[in-house]
């Protein structure tokens, strides 16, 4: 037996133990196949145990294999911590979905402010389930949003925490003729189609949602479309198709639009905190802590006695008053 253990060996037992597939765990380290396959036979030699029990179609966990994965991780994590409290914690990689998006983003700058020690680096993955494909192969340490409506294969390696029942509203062109209301009953969208992102590969989650809301209202989704990336192309699009687009009440500002809340009754998008199952790391505690601080100061997890919420999302989010 070792008197040391070499942490980059962790570190790919455990991944391999997360995917149990060695091709996307190299992926997920950013390593050759080959050389996590050596690391992983080398702790196996200064462990003496098997770890895996590995055939051409599948990869398992021998009974040493199971027993070391907690340590594992208690092991990594007070590396993290030991690294952190000298200023070298690597950064907390955390996706707001979109720039401007109110939601992640106010829990992500409260975090920072509980934690300034740490380093929480925004990303942009403009959807929960792309999103979640980066946290599942290691790329991505957290995202916010729709977590009933991911594959279920996906979210066999998430986990989620509620945040929000967040209204959503209907961004409309500003001379369309329900711009003139301060709020848009659904009934008013009735033979109106509503882009909510069909076709995007990112996104579907949020197309279901779209889906299940419209149902039996009279409302389309709209067809596939390309995605405008930009305000200037959003613009340029939204002027050619007059398209009204599906969205939240803390979207972002977008020019020549109006955004208006939608009512009768009020249509909640379910929020959450995703997270990769077995995630270890020194800040990501403190963004859970935020994320609660944040719902409960602003009543973000009370439903509205006049909300709606498809029955999938509802059992997803638990009960909250």
């Known amino acids: 037996m070792p008197a040391h253990l070499d942490p980059r060996l962790l570190r790919a037992f455990l991944a391999v133990a997360e995917e149990l597939h060695f091709t996307r765990a190299a992926a997920r380290l950013y390593v050759a196949q080959q050389a996590l396959s050596r690391d992983v036979r080398r702790l196996e030699r200064d462990l003496g145990a098997e ?4 055939t051409t179609r599948q ?3 021998t009974g040493d294999g199971e027993r070391l994965v907690p340590y594992a991780r208690r092991a990594l994590r007070a590396q993290d911590d030991l690294l952190a409290a000298f200023g070298q914690a690597r950064a907390l990689l955390v996706d707001l979905n979109s720039p401007g998006l109110g939601t992640p983003r106010r829990v992500l700058h409260r975090a920072r402010e509980l934690a300034p020690e740490y380093e929480l680096m925004a990303r942009y993955e403009s959807g929960l389930t792309w999103a979640a494909g980066e946290m599942v192969a ?4 957290a995202s916010f949003g729709r977590f009933a409506g991911l594959d279920p294969a996906l979210r066999a390696g998430l986990d989620h925490q509620p945040v929000r029942y967040e209204p959503m509203a209907i961004l409309l ?5 329900l711009a003139a209301l301060e ?3 659904l009934a008013a969208l009735a033979g109106e189609v509503v882009y909510a992102g069909a076709g995007n590969p990112r996104t579907p989650e ?15 989704v709209a067809a596939p479309a390309p995605l405008a990336v930009g305000d200037e192309e959003f613009e340029r699009v939204m002027a050619k198709t007059r398209t009204p687009v599906l969205a939240v009440v803390d979207f972002p500002p977008m020019p020549r639009t109006v955004l208006r809340p939608l009512i009768d009754p009020v249509p909640l998008s379910p929020v959450s905190l995703v997270w990769r199952k077995g995630l270890a790391h020194p800040a990501f505690d403190t963004l859970r802590r935020a994320a609660a601080q944040v719902a409960a100061e602003e009543g ?11 029955a999938k999302d509802s059992a997803s989010m638990g009960v909250h008053n």
């Open 173 to 177: 062109p500003e001379d369309h003729p």
């Open 138 to 141: 290691g790329r991505l340490d």
């Open 51 to 54: 770890l895996f029990v590995r």
């Open 206 to 220: 949020w197309t279901d949602l779209a889906r299940r809301l419209f149902d039996g209202r009279g409302i389309e």
């Open 59 to 61: 990869v398992t966990l």
């Open 183 to 185: 709020a848009v009953p």
């Open 300 to 310: 973000w997890l009370r439903r509205p006695a006049n909300g709606w919420i498809s």
